[in-house]
Structure formats: C-alpha cells, structure tokens
T-cell receptor
C-alpha cells in the first residue's frame, strides 16, 4: 500500500516550457487535490477533484490545468511555466465526508 | 470562501514546556478542523482533528480545542520533546473544501 505517490520529485524548467506532474493513489479515495507550498504562505489549493472525470478550481488556479481521467490518478499541467510557479507542489487525497488528507511526498519545481 | 489565520508564525519552547498554537476561521459553515505536522523536507501528516460537534479532543500529549462561537481552535502540546520540532498547520472547511493556515514553526530546545 503506497498511499499517494508523486512523480517527479524534482524538476527544473525554463520559462515557457510545459510539464505534467503525476499523482497516483491506491486508497480508492474519491477526492484528490493539488496544493502549492511557498515559504510563509502555507498550502494553497490549486485545483481539486471530487471524483473521476470531475475537476474544480481552488484558490490559485491560474496557469495550471488538471485532469482526472482515472479515479486513482490526478494530473497537474503547467502550460507555459513562469518563475512565479517555482514552488513545492503537493498532491493529496481523501475519502468522502470531512476527513484528513493523505499527502504525497511533494515535487520541488524550479522555473528559471 | 474560508480564510484561516494562524498564530504565532514561530514558537520556541524549552523541552518539557507546553506549546499552544491558535487559529481563527471566517466561515461559520466550516465543520472540520484538522492539524498537520510537517517535518523538514517531508510531507504534511495529520496528527489530530476535531469536528464541529466536539469541543475538545486529546491524544496522548496533544489536544485540540474548538470554540465555534468565537470561530477559533487551538492545538496544545504538553511535555514537548525535541522531536516535536516541525511546522504545524491548522485547516478549516467543510465537504473536503479545506483552507490552511500559514503555519507555525515550533522549535523545542533540549
């Protein structure tokens, strides 16, 4: 039981490049989330999904897109990377109802 | 939407002392209040949570209290140990729509 797995763990992009971050969970959770973590700003929600085939915007969605084609996977895409997107990205999942999240180990992204 | 404020941003205590971290929230519809611990370079991990129909919950050395009228909740850690050193995040929300506080960096000095 791996929990929540994120790939890659580290990535350096040049401004304007695109990339996709993959999140996979094996807990049969309905809900999945993408957060970014910046110093002094806590965790900010980018996009989330309440089930297969659904996505919704969070607090800071601009510049990102997501897809949830399979229940166990949640993809985060950066269409044209900008230095302001340098951050640590965490994926999380949870079951239905109000309950705690299980986080992935994070992806450290640097945009130069 | 929900807005969560967390204080203090840094906290330093001596080993064995107690530590208290406080959070306020804005949306009276919020009904779930988890706390996460994040060690350096690691993922956040759930350490305790409380729901709106409960005023206090304890788990060994940690406890959380909730005051729904005042819209604030607190994390209490007693008999602190060096391994308690980490960043702690509170969160508030409902129906899995959670907002996080900015975090408190707790340092426990041996």
């Amino acid at each position: 039981n791996a929990g929540v797995t994120q790939t890659p763990k580290f990535r350096v992009l040049k401004t304007g490049q695109s990339m996709t971050l993959l999140c996979a969970q094996d807990m049969n959770h309905e809900y999945m989330y993408w957060y970014r973590q910046d110093p002094g700003m806590g965790l900010r929600l980018i996009h989330y999904s309440v089930g297969e085939g659904t996505t919704a915007k969070g607090e800071v969605p601009d510049g990102y897109n997501v897809s949830r084609l399979k229940k166990q996977n949640f993809l985060l895409g950066l269409e044209s990377a900008a230095p302001s997107q340098t951050s640590v990205y965490f994926c999380a999942s949870s079951g239905t109802g109000a309950r705690g999240y299980t986080f992935g180990s994070g992806t450290r992204l640097t945009v130069v | 939407g929900e807005n969560v404020e967390q204080h203090p941003s840094t906290l330093s205590v001596q080993e064995g002392d107690s530590a208290v971290i406080k959070c306020t929230y804005s949306d009276s519809a919020s009904n779930y209040f988890p706390w996460y611990k994040q060690e350096l370079g690691k993922r956040p991990q759930l350490i305790i949570d409380i729901r709106s129909n409960v005023g206090e919950k304890k788990d060994q050395r940690i406890a959380v209290t909730l005051n729904k009228t005042a819209k604030h909740f607190s994390l209490h850690i007693t008999e602190t140990q060096p391994e308690d050193s980490a960043v702690y995040f509170c969160a508030a929300g409902y129906n899995n729509d959670m907002r996080f506080g900015a975090g408190t960096r707790l340092t426990v000095k041996p």
